[in-house]
């Protein structure tokens, strides 16, 4: 199992920020393009964005100009900036390499967006 723990979730209002991390190890992040995914109650997970080594980015539409994915390979960490957040965007928020349809996840990051 390769660990990967998420953070920075939280109750946020609509329009709000947040901005997640996701440490890695180094065994698959110095060989692997990196993504976030999601899941929301009742669907499946979903890919919203990825990075490739080299820092190429590719986005979901529905998350297109809103959030930013990063990676600091130094620091074997990924970031996802969130801008602009929508009550749809509300999800448990996972990172992985990307792309990945294993069973190996962290324990993901809640994101809620109410109001």
């Known amino acids: 199992q390769v660990p990967l723990v998420e953070s920075g979730g939280g109750l946020v209002q609509p329009g709000g920020s947040l901005r997640l991390s996701c440490a890695a190890s180094?065994?698959?992040?110095?060989?692997?393009?990196m993504g976030w995914y999601r899941q929301a109650p009742g669907k499946q997970r979903e890919s919203v964005a990825y990075?490739?080594?080299?820092?190429?980015?590719t986005y979901a539409d529905s998350v297109k100009g809103r959030f930013t994915i990063s990676r600091d390979n130094a620091k074997n960490m990924v970031y996802l900036q969130m801008n602009s957040l929508k009550p749809e965007d509300t999800a448990v928020y996972y990172c992985?390499?990307?792309?990945?349809?294993?069973?190996?996840w962290g324990q993901g990051t809640q994101v809620t967006v109410s109001a």
């Open positions: 180094g065994s698959i992040f110095s060989f692997y393009a």
């Open positions: 990075i490739t080594i080299r820092g190429t980015t």
């Open positions: 992985n390499r990307s792309p990945y349809s294993g069973t190996n």
